[in-house]
């Protein structure tokens, strides 16, 4: 079974320009999360998708937004990119059948901008 | 969610036991520990979770107090692949989302030859 995978691995934009990250779930699973991973914050949740729509979101401004499209794919987008964006991002599903599910995560995108 | 506390790193020699404590004193009735590891630029790996007795898998084990107050994860026979950071965290069971976990810095074990 194929696992999380998020395309492009690696990612070079510059200041202002937008982005688009790409996230395949694991087959059969509904939930997708996004997450923002830099040296100095660490791990910090961005927002979770279930069924197309958004459940949860975390604390960061409106340039990020994300979708999720029928077949559980999603996609987040950054507008406006600051240097301050440059981070692992990170995909995580789950299937969603428990509350005690667990998440499986992708690799990552590395972006930077410059 | 409830907040975690762990050491900022630890050491190890290869081939004997991890133990990886963490504290998490303001769980609730209804909130799991769960275990995550990364290694370097990878993607946070699933490690072991519980609620309140102990787990066992084959990865490692999760020993929980009776208090629920703190928890220690055990890799039995360590090797230089689990040099990584450890996460302990605390998720609440339920509610409207399943795909939000609150990840603290983590423990940095280090494997030795």
């Known amino acids: 079974k194929a696992g999380v995978t998020q395309t492009p691995r690696y990612l070079i934009k510059t200041r202002g320009q937008q982005v688009t990250l790409s996230c395949s779930p694991i087959s059969g699973h509904r939930s997708v999360s996004w997450y923002q991973q830099t040296p100095g914050q660490g791990l910090q949740f961005l927002f979770e998708y279930f069924s197309e729509t958004q459940r949860n979101k975390g604390n960061f401004p409106g340039r990020f937004s994300g979708r999720q499209f029928s077949n559980s794919r999603s996609e987040m987008n950054v507008s406006t990119l600051e240097l301050g964006d440059s981070a692992l991002y990170l995909c995580a599903s789950s299937l969603v059948t428990s509350p005690n599910e667990k998440l499986f995560f992708g690799s990552g995108t590395q972006l930077s901008v410059l | 969610d409830a907040k975690t506390t762990q050491p900022t790193s630890m050491d190890c020699a290869e081939g004997r036991a991890a133990n990886l404590p963490c504290n998490h004193s303001?769980?609730?009735?209804?909130?799991?520990v769960y275990w995550y590891r990364q290694i370097h630029s990878q993607g946070p790996q699933y490690i072991i979770h519980?609620?309140?007795n102990n787990e066992t898998n084959e990865m490692a084990s999760l020993i929980i107090t009776e208090d629920r107050k703190s928890s220690t994860l055990i890799l039995p026979h360590a090797t230089l692949r689990d040099t990584a950071v450890y996460y302990c965290?605390?998720?609440?069971?339920?509610?409207?989302?399943?795909?939000?976990?609150?990840f603290g810095q983590g423990t940095i074990l280090t494997v030795h030859p």
């Open positions: 965290i605390v998720r609440l069971a339920g509610g409207t989302s399943y795909g939000k976990l609150t």
């Open positions: 303001t769980i609730s009735g209804n909130e799991y």
């Open positions: 519980g609620l309140k």
